[in-house]
């Protein structure tokens, strides 16, 4: 069974940082494709960052360009996504994906 835990999400300031974690168990690391969503309310669900595999890239939404990083562990798991610069706009629940599985996701809330 492939299971995905988001870890990390929490209150902070304009400004601050925090660091998400996604564990994923049930696949081999050479073979998933991993990426960070995220949900703001009222609002679709939308890509922030993703790994390419075939070149061991990372690609980002422009919203996190410049102020998120997606990186990992030794052997791709877990993987982070690190959130800098915060605004309000930011505040939603960030979701990692593995090969179409879905983790629980982690409520990221900025207040100003």
């Known amino acids: 069974e492939v299971l995905l835990v988001e870890s990390g999400g929490g209150l902070v300031q304009v400004g601050g940082s925090l660091k998400l974690d996604c564990a994923v168990s049930?696949?081999?690391?050479?073979?998933?494709?991993v990426a960070w969503f995220r949900q703001a309310p009222g609002k679709e669900r939308e890509m922030v960052s993703c790994f390419d595999s075939l070149d061991s890239s990372v690609d980002y939404a422009d919203a996190a360009k410049g102020r998120f990083t997606m990186f990992d562990d030794r052997d791709k798991n877990p993987w982070h996504l690190a959130l800098n610069s915060l605004t309000p706009e930011d505040t939603a629940i960030y979701y990692c994906?593995?090969?179409?599985?879905w983790g629980q996701g982690t409520q990221v809330t900025v207040s100003p």
């Open positions: 994906n593995a090969n179409g599985v």
């Open positions: 049930g696949l081999t690391f050479e073979d998933y494709a």
